[in-house]
């Protein structure tokens, strides 16, 4: 499986991004998907999952009620809605699927298929 992350750039504080994810195939309602992101000179870290399907929803606390990650199985995406972009949301976003149990939806090694990352820059 390919995963294409795309919707990046540059945006202003309180502004909104829409990132998507492009699978290469149907993996919606047979893997999980999640984004993570890594700022430079720090370590790469969660920002939210979807379980396969569209059920549960897992959100780092730092994005939590701005940030919303959603699927279109027809169009095998996974998006990432970012409202209210802060200056410390800039980083590398990164999508990835895997087939975690909800417990270990949060961690990197539950996933195994990664996108090449699209660069999110909040600075005004």
């Known amino acids: 499986v390919q995963l294409q992350a795309s919707g990046g750039g540059l945006v202003q504080p309180e502004g909104s991004l829409r990132l998507s994810c492009v699978a290469s195939?149907?993996?919606?309602?047979?893997?999980?998907t999640a984004w993570f992101r890594q700022a430079p000179g720090k370590e790469r870290e969660f920002v939210a999952a979807?379980?396969?399907?569209?059920?549960?929803?897992s959100y780092a606390d730092s994005v939590k009620g701005r940030f919303a990650i959603s699927g279109d199985n027809a169009k095998n995406t996974v998006y990432l809605q970012m409202n209210s972009l802060k200056p410390e949301d800039s980083a590398v976003y990164y999508c990835a699927i895997g087939r975690p149990i909800t417990s270990t939806m949060t961690r990197e090694t539950s996933y195994y298929y990664w996108g090449q990352g699209t660069l999110v820059t909040v600075s005004s």
């Open positions: 195939e149907r993996t919606f309602n047979s893997y999980s």
């Open positions: 979807i379980k396969w399907g569209g059920g549960t929803r």
